[in-house]
Structures are given as structure tokens and as C-alpha cells.
């Protein structure tokens, strides 16, 4: 299965933990993309990496939370700290980049619950 | 800066019943326009897009979109729906001018079919 991959698919943490959450992209895909699901809110963006870059980290809470896209591995959402409203699925979706606009294939997610 | 609203966040049918989504968008050039399903526990699937062509988008599944420039809009329709439709549906819109473009996704609609 070549799809996106995201690990782990539940994470308990408590509060003041820190939580890791990774993702793999599409074979053949460089570009990766980072959302928070809350409940009765949505999908909301949060990071946009290519490998070694950030291009957008607008959604991204400046505090507490970090992304990277190392030249080898996955993709790596951190969040130190955590506190209970950090409890959500949190998803990635992964894109060749050839194209803008072109379309984002998602991963299962990491459902994190903070105790 | 480009917006995506959902006018309906949860819609009960019975089986059999016609389905029809509302999708409006804001933004001022040229853009892409996606419908993603996430059915229970799952990860988002995408359902169809529009990138340019024919306005009338035919999807997975016996789903359809169509896009009306004039009206900012991109309603999903589905002729007959079943038990197995019941998911979450998400209107996403990309722009097309100036580079990069985040996709921008709706709130969601939660659509419940009654068998």
C-alpha cells in the first residue's frame, strides 16, 4: 500500500506531555500537509512543508506546536505540552507539487487524546 | 483570501431520497474546487473535483458537482442515496493566481441516511 501513512493512529497523553505524531507521503510525493479535525469545527490547516522547508506554518499555533520535514524520514508534528484542548485527529495529506491545486490524498490520522 | 461555506451542517434522508450539498466560495480569480467524503473512522477520500472544462462534474460513487462561476458555487448532488452515503462531506477550494494556494476546506456537512 503506497498510500499515506500516519502514526500512531490513537495517542493518550497527559496533560504537559509531549505528543509526536509522523507521516509518511505518498510514494513519489515531497509535499505534506497538516490539519487539526475538531469536533463541529472542521478541517483546519495548520502546515504546509516541502522536504527541509516550511512554506506556510499559518495555521499553526506559534506556541508549543512545530513541524518538520527532515530530508529522510517522515514528516513530524510536535506538539510539547500538551493540554487538553489539543485533544482532536489530526491529519496529513500529501501532494507530488507539480501542480497548485492538484489534489491532496489523506492519511488515516492520529486521533490524540490528552488526559 | 479565498473562503469555502457549507450551508448545511447536518441533513437526514431516507434512502432513496435525492441529495443535493451547498458549496459557496469566496474568492477572486480562477479556482479548483473539490468535494471529499469521510466516512465514520475513516480518512478524507476525494469524491470529485473541478479544474477546468465542462462545469458538470461527475464523481465516485453516483455523485455529481456542478460549478456555477456566476454564483460562487459548487453543490454536490447524488439522484438516489443509500445507507452506505452516510459520511461527512467537505467542500475544499484552491486558488489559482499568484503561486501557492492553500486549500481551504468547509466545515463539513453530516449526512445521515435512514435505511
Known amino acids: 500500500n503506497a498510500g499515506v501513512m500516519q502514526n500512531p493512529r490513537h495517542l493518550v497523553r497527559r496533560r504537559g506531555q509531549e505528543a509526536r505524531l509522523r507521516c509518511s507521503p505518498m510514494k513519489g510525493h515531497s509535499h505534506v500537509y497538516w490539519y487539526r479535525q475538531l469536533p463541529e469545527e472542521g478541517l483546519k490547516f495548520m502546515v504546509y512543508l516541502q522536504k527541509e522547508n516550511i512554506i506556510d506554518e499559518s495555521g499553526m499555533p506559534k506556541e508549543r506546536f512545530s513541524a518538520e520535514f527532515p530530508k529522510e524520514g517522515p514528516s513530524i508534528l510536535r506538539i510539547q505540552q500538551v493540554v487538553r484542548g489539543d485533544s482532536a485527529a489530526y491529519f496529513c495529506?500529501?501532494?507530488?507539487?507539480?501542480?497548485?491545486?492538484?489534489?491532496?490524498?489523506f492519511g488515516p490520522g492520529t486521533r490524540l487524546l490528552v488526559l | 483570501a479565498q473562503s469555502v461555506s457549507q450551508h448545511n451542517h447536518h441533513v437526514i434522508l431516507s434512502e432513496a431520497a435525492s441529495l443535493e450539498l451547498g458549496c459557496n466560495y469566496s474568492y477572486g480569480g480562477t479556482v479548483n474546487l473539490f468535494w471529499y467524503v469521510q466516512y465514520p473512522g475513516q480518512h478524507l477520500q476525494l469524491l470529485l473535483k473541478y479544474f477546468s472544462g465542462d462545469p458538470l462534474v461527475k464523481g465516485i460513487k453516483g455523485f455529481e458537482a456542478e460549478f456555477i462561476k456566476s454564483k460562487f458555487s459548487f453543490n454536490l448532488r447524488k439522484p438516489s442515496v443509500q445507507w452506505s452515503d452516510t459520511a461527512e462531506y467537505f467542500c475544499?477550494?484552491?486558488?489559482?493566481?499568484?503561486?501557492?494556494?492553500?486549500?481551504?476546506f468547509g466545515i463539513g456537512t453530516k449526512l445521515q441516511v435512514i435505511p
Open positions: 475544499a477550494v484552491n486558488g489559482r493566481s499568484g503561486g501557492y494556494q492553500k486549500v481551504t
Open positions: 495529506a500529501s501532494t507530488s507539487g507539480r501542480d497548485s491545486g492538484e489534489t491532496q490524498y
